[in-house]
Nanobody, 120 residues
């Protein structure tokens, strides 16, 4: 069974920086995509940043130029560095892993979520 462990959330002042880490454990044959999503108060879950491979990244327009996603295939990990944070970035952030357990068995798992609060 594959599980995701997230860390790095917390409270920061506007303009501050936080880094979120997510590491997958369990049997993984190959990773299709890793990414970060978030749910703000009263909002639906939205994509923040994804990386289908180590060289390709996609960002939500609201975070472009401020957030950076990075993937470590050797450690089955993905990181999100968030800079110039604003109160609008306050949300629970979830890590998502889309992977193959075998050549023909594809799964998607989510982390438990980590709270990010931006407040003065």
């Amino acid at each position: 069974q594959v599980q995701l462990m997230e860390s790095g959330g917390g409270e920061v002042q506007p303009g501050g920086t936080l880094r979120l880490d997510c590491t997958a454990s369990g049997t993984i044959w190959s990773i299709n995509e890793m990414g970060w999503y978030r749910e703000g108060p009263g909002d639906q879950r939205e994509m923040v940043a994804t990386t289908p491979n180590r060289l390709t990244t996609t960002y939500a327009d609201s975070v472009k130029g401020r957030f950076t996603i990075a993937r470590d295939n050797m450690n089955n990990a993905v990181y999100l560095t968030m800079s110039d944070l604003t109160p609008e970035d306050t949300a629970v952030y979830y890590c998502k892993l889309d992977f193959y357990a075998t050549e023909f068995s594809r799964y998607t798992v989510w982390g438990q979520g980590t709270q990010v609060t931006v407040s003065s």
